[in-house]
């Protein structure tokens, strides 16, 4: 069973720079997982999708707030994606999670068909 694991999180300043990783383990082949999305959950608020990408980088979704500051990459060869934030506000405060979809889903999808999700990261921007 492919299992995520995020890293990269902390205390950042406004304005400042952050970088995620999200590792993914339990790949038998290159069927297990078409796309990886990352998440984040504000207190007292539901999880949104911040980003997506699939598997060999042909789609990557961003959600409209984080546009220009956030960029999606992803190691195929590692089963590794990354999420550079940048310009980061405070509220992009939160805990950020990666997570795939079962694996016949060949998009990037809404977030109820991820199935799969790591422990997640604490992000936090603040003065």
């Known amino acids: 069973q492919v299992q995520l694991v995020e890293s990269g999180g902390g205390l950042v300043q406004p304005g400042g720079s952050l970088r995620l990783s999200c590792a993914v383990s339990?790949?038998?082949?290159?069927?297990?997982?078409?796309?990886i999305g990352w998440f984040r959950q504000a207190p007292g608020r539901g999880r949104e999708v911040v980003s997506c990408?699939?598997?060999?980088?042909?789609?990557?979704n961003y959600l409209d707030s984080v546009k220009g500051r956030f960029t999606i990459s992803g190691d195929v060869a590692k089963n590794a994606v990354y999420l550079q934030m940048n310009a980061l506000k405070p509220e992009d405060t939160g805990v950020y999670y990666c997570?795939?979809?079962?694996?016949?889903?060949?998009?990037?999808?809404?977030?109820?068909?991820?199935?799969?999700w790591g422990q997640g990261t604490q992000v936090t921007v603040s003065s």
């Open positions: 339990g790949v038998t082949s290159d069927s297990d997982y078409y796309a």
């Open positions: 997570a795939v979809p079962s694996s016949d889903i060949l998009y990037c999808p809404a977030r109820e068909l991820y199935t799969n």
């Open positions: 990408i699939t598997r060999r980088g042909a789609i990557r």
